[in-house]
């Protein structure tokens, strides 16, 4: 227990870093829990975290919330929280591992791709509808959408007051809508809940480096410092499952 400890300690920490912060870390949270977690109930023990951090942020961020931009954005996420919930029923651990695995670099890849790409076809109809259904996909089997979801956001000219209130409120009513597909998985439990609640220190001290800190970060080296750690992650969860 105490090597779960450490580790979920470290899950929140990163989680409220993040939140509060430059965000990022997300495709990292979940190969850390599964170092003694391995296998999809990681996913239970980690979804009560965002969703903590989801209330925070909601309340921070609750007003020029862009609801017509959520409209054409969510009701697809919805759908692929549904198509991948029927994946997860029926993969075993290893292959999660190896999905997740190659989940998490094309997500790196995709973040490389917009580094260097202008995005300007997410205004598209076809570009929310499916960014929202991807979203909604990756989210359930890895909780590491960000990007896609701040593709989308990001290219919808909002004002920065409404990209992050809009943000904000996106990821936490997909987290909350994906409750009830962990609960009936079997992935989140009474057992998976009392666990994450080991995390609750670290994502207190985590939100509070990641807001009073932000100044200090160097948002660029940071991005690649997580993209490395997060590479190396996936290769191994790919490579050696």
Known sequence: MDSAFIVLF???????????SVGGMGLLVLPIV????????ALGMILPLYIITDILAVWSYRSKIAWSVLAR????????????SQLLANINADQFVSFLGLMIIVMIALGLYL?????SFMQK??????????????????????PIFSLFLLEQKLSKETYVSTRAWAFFIINVVKLPFYISLGLL?????????????GLMVG?????????????????WMIRIMSMIAAVK???FS
Do not use: C
């Open 10 to 20: 470290l899950a929140g920490l990163m989680t409220g870093f993040s939140k509060f």
């Open 34 to 41: 599964m170092i003694a977690f391995p296998g999809p109930e």
């Open 73 to 84: 954005f969510l009701p697809l996420a919805f759908l692929g929280v549904l198509v991948a």
């Open 115 to 119: 580094d260097f790409r202008p995005a």
């Open 125 to 146: 109809p076809w570009a929310a509808y499916s960014m929202g259904f991807f979203g909604g996909i990756v989210t359930m089997m890895a909780n590491a959408a960000g």
């Open 189 to 201: 439990t009474l057992e998976t809940t009392q666990a994450s609640l080991y995390a609750v220190p």
């Open 207 to 223: 939100s509070f480096i990641g807001y009073h800190f932000l100044k200090k970060v160097n948002p660029v080296q940071f991005k």
């Open 237 to 239: 969860l790919f490579l």
